[in-house]
């Protein structure tokens, strides 16, 4: 059985940094894309980085770039986003999601998805 399972969520003031994790089972951790999405209340679902297991690619939205670090441990089936510098607008549920092949902004694209994990930024 696929599974996605998120950590590291919370509360923290601005300015300061949390590191979620996604821990992956059942697929060939190899050979996929892993991606972190977030929803904020009342929008859509967002790209906010991602990371080609094949060859560490990684690609992050302008708006968290030279503040978020994707990063994976192939040994151990996890992904990591390191959030620093966080802001109040960085507040949404955050995903993790896998796809075959390389990574894509498209959350269309992504096979499997874990249940998300809260991110709360206060001013």
């Known amino acids: 059985e696929v599974q996605l399972v998120e950590s590291g969520g919370g509360l923290v003031q601005a300015g300061g940094s949390l590191r979620l994790s996604c821990a992956a089972s059942g697929f060939s951790f190899d050979d996929y894309a892993i991606g972190w999405f977030r929803q904020a209340p009342g929008k859509g679902r967002e790209g906010v980085s991602c990371?080609?297991?094949?060859?560490?690619?990684?690609y992050y939205v302008d708006s968290v770039k030279g503040r978020f670090t994707i990063s994976s441990d192939n040994a151990k089936n996890t992904v990591y986003l390191q959030m620093n510098s966080l802001k109040p607008e960085d507040t949404a549920v955050y995903s993790c999601?896998?796809?075959?092949?390389?990574?894509?902004?498209?959350?269309?694209?992504?096979?499997?998805w874990g249940q998300g994990t809260q991110v709360t930024v206060s001013s």
């Open positions: 999601a896998a796809r075959s092949g390389d990574c894509s902004g498209a959350k269309v694209l992504y096979q499997y």
């Open positions: 990371i080609s297991s094949k060859d560490g690619s990684t």
